[in-house]
């Protein structure tokens, strides 16, 4: 964002508070305002003045846009498809959808025994590397063999 944009911003503000943004205290305005949101991108800004004055009466200030632009981004982020987050859907051809079904089943069952493995390391107890040996055994897949890291712990 320029300075141009950040009197842009506070423009807006303006049409709905009629706030003073001319002359030389207009410009100095401005100058503040860039000073605090200038690292922001004038859309998300936009819309962030859009949306405070869509759900608001109250005054406006920098703290507001900066507030209304992190929840813009976090609704992108949020909207955004991950294939973390991605559940395999029913309309997926079966052989696709299997391969992600075991591919998940697989980063999980790695999670697991990464945590299992610790807890029973640290413990020393045998009832502990008992249940980590049958977690292995109960979630043993195709390609799941568990490899041998360095100071002897398993991945």
């Known amino acids: 964002m320029t300075p141009a944009d950040a009197a ?12 003073k943004v001319q002359g030389e205290e207009g410009k100095q305005l401005a100058k503040a305002w860039f000073a605090v949101i200038g690292d922001l991108a004038l859309e998300d ?7 405070h ?6 005054w406006m200030m920098p703290a507001h846009v ?8 976090e ?4 909207n955004q498809p991950h294939e973390v987050r991605a559940l395999p859907s029913a309309f997926e051809q079966s052989v696709d959808r299997q391969v992600r079904k075991d591919n998940g089943i697989g980063a ?4 697991l025994v990464q945590v299992f493995e610790v807890m029973a390391t640290r413990s020393g107890s045998p009832a502990a590397m ?4 049958e977690l292995r055994e109960r979630t043993a897949g195709p390609g799941w063999e568990d490899e041998e890291q360095e100071g002897g712990m398993r991945k």
């Open 8 to 19: 842009r911003v506070l423009a807006a503000c303006a049409l709905f508070d009629n706030r």
């Open 45 to 51: 800004a936009l819309e962030a003045v859009r949306r």
């Open 53 to 58: 004055y869509r759900d608001s009466t109250e």
């Open 66 to 73: 900066r507030r209304g632009v992190r929840a813009i981004n």
């Open 75 to 78: 609704e992108r982020r949020r």
């Open 108 to 111: 999980a069952r790695g999670a």
């Open 130 to 133: 008992a249940a980590l040996e």
